[in-house]
């Protein structure tokens, strides 16, 4: 899974646990690799999340962002 600044076009992605990663911009953050999601930053509307399906979704769209990651925490597994 990674993450999208849309303010600095950063796409970033954090490769294992506990590896905290920012944008060039610091406008956001993610952590956790392919364990856990933990992201978070300025402005949610200008993060966009990126799941390993291809699937994009505004962080501040709360509903559609916790079932996707519902869906893909019982896939991963």
């Known amino acids: 899974m990674k993450?999208?600044?849309l303010i600095c076009s950063d796409i970033i992605e954090s490769k294992y646990r506990h590896?905290?990663?920012n944008c060039r911009?610091?406008?956001c953050y993610?952590?956790?690799g392919q364990d856990y999601l933990h992201f978070g930053g300025k402005d949610f509307n200008k993060i966009l999340i990126?799941?390993?399906d291809g699937t994009e979704i505004i962080a501040s769209d709360e509903k559609n962002y916790k079932k996707k990651y519902e869906e893909?925490?019982?896939n991963k597994k």
């Open 3 to 5: 993450i999208k600044c």
């Open 19 to 21: 590896d905290l990663v």
């Open 25 to 27: 911009c610091e406008n």
């Open 30 to 32: 993610i952590d956790g």
């Open 50 to 52: 990126i799941f390993d």
């Open 72 to 74: 893909w925490e019982k």
